[in-house]
């Protein structure tokens, strides 16, 4: 995500660490509003490695369920809505509904 081009930066957190028990993190994370981002990546790679394994995918599941339980909100994004812009734009506008 491009945090730094809309001055976000000082507000997510790289890879942070939510949840007290097991070693899950955020890719990002707003702490105060507890938002959770997570970019997902290689889900149309041809080969099965990671998260886009039957294993993976449920360990995946999992780590949302998770978090979701302990009150964050998760938003999933790939690398195509990253580099057109969709991502960032989504995260903001959810940014200005919390501000009002």
């Excluded at 949840?19 to 990002?28: A, E, H, L």
């Excluded at 999992?62 to 302990?70: D, F, I, V």
């Excluded at 790939?78 to 200005?96: M, N, P, R």
Aim: aromatic fraction near 12%.
């Amino acid at each position: 995500m491009c945090l730094r081009a809309y001055d976000l930066q000082a507000r997510f957190r790289k890879e942070y660490r939510f949840d007290p028990t097991r070693r899950w993190r955020f890719d990002f994370a707003e702490i105060e509003l507890m938002i959770g981002v997570e970019l997902e990546g290689g889900i149309f790679s041809k080969r099965n490695m990671g998260h886009n394994t039957g294993r993976g995918i449920k360990q995946d599941m999992e780590k949302s369920n998770a978090a979701q339980a302990l009150g964050w909100r998760v938003f999933r994004f790939d690398i195509d809505q990253v580099k057109s812009g969709y991502a960032i734009d989504f995260i903001i506008k959810v940014l200005a509904q919390e501000s009002r």
